[in-house]
């Protein structure tokens, strides 16, 4: 299972192009609306969550949490108790933990990225405390998947794809898709 939290705020495409790879890829995925069910975004469009913050259970069947950014999103995001909390958890249960744009601050700010290479929308490099700060659009590093912004949310989607199946299977959605490599 996979959470992708949405907050007030949220970058549309960060969340929704990754939630779609995922689906695509057969594995299931469920958006988590902070605050409520009905959550909007950045550009005013209010998307209807799968699940509440407090419906969002943590257990073992928790395969990756993913934070889109956007703003004032990814700042609703690091204050939720709930988002934290599953945040803990995916660290401590070797889970994979995403984030996108100025989201990755959020991990920073944990000290999640300590000993990681990451990357953050340009302005937000400071805030990935602990990590070596990358040139790439797209980061793997371990259990840890971070993208630079909305530009790169079919790649950090497939990049969480690849993690969560394989290459040839990211591949063959990327062919589908008709997106270039």
Same mark, same amino acid.
């Given at each position: 299972?996979?959470?992708?939290?949405?907050?007030?705020?949220?970058?549309?495409?960060?969340?929704?192009?990754?939630?779609?790879?995922?689906?695509?890829?057969?594995?299931?995925?469920?958006?988590?609306?902070?605050?409520?069910?009905?959550?909007?975004?950045?550009?005013?469009?209010?998307?209807?969550?799968?699940?509440?913050?407090?419906?969002?259970?943590?257990?073992?069947?928790?395969?990756?949490?993913?934070?889109?950014?956007?703003?004032?999103?990814?700042?609703?995001?690091?204050?939720?108790?709930?988002?934290? /909390? !599953? @945040?803990?958890?995916? $660290?401590?249960?070797?889970?994979?933990?995403? +984030? &996108?744009?100025?989201?990755?601050?959020?991990?920073?700010?944990?000290?999640?990225?300590?000993?990681?290479?990451?990357?953050?929308?340009?302005?937000?490099?400071?805030?990935?405390?602990?990590?070596?700060?990358?040139?790439?659009?797209?980061?793997?590093?371990?259990?840890?998947?971070?993208?630079?912004?909305?530009?790169?949310?079919?790649?950090?989607?497939?990049?969480?794809? /690849? !993690? @969560?199946?394989?290459? $040839?299977?990211?591949?063959?959605?990327?062919? +589908? &898709?008709?997106?270039?490599?």
């Amino acid at each position: 299972m996979v959470y992708c939290y949405l907050a007030n705020g949220f970058e549309e495409i960060e969340a929704l192009a990754p939630v779609d790879l995922l689906r695509r890829a057969g594995v299931e995925v469920r958006t988590v609306g902070v605050g409520g069910s009905v959550i909007t975004s950045s550009h005013g469009i209010p998307v209807t969550c799968d699940l509440t913050e407090a419906q969002a259970l943590l257990t073992d069947e928790l395969d990756a949490v993913i934070l889109p950014g956007g703003m004032p999103g990814t700042l609703n995001l690091e204050k939720s108790a709930n988002v934290q /909390a !599953a @945040l803990d958890f995916a $660290a401590a249960n070797g889970s994979f933990i995403c +984030a &996108i744009c100025a989201a990755p601050s959020v991990l920073g700010h944990k000290g999640l990225l300590d000993g990681k290479e990451a990357i953050a929308f340009p302005g937000f490099e400071k805030d990935l405390i602990g990590a070596t700060v990358s040139e790439k659009y797209v980061v793997t590093d371990g259990n840890i998947i971070t993208a630079r912004g909305a530009g790169v949310a079919v790649d950090f989607g497939l990049a969480i794809v /690849a !993690a @969560l199946k394989d290459r $040839a299977t990211a591949e063959k959605i990327r062919a +589908a &898709i008709q997106c270039r490599n």
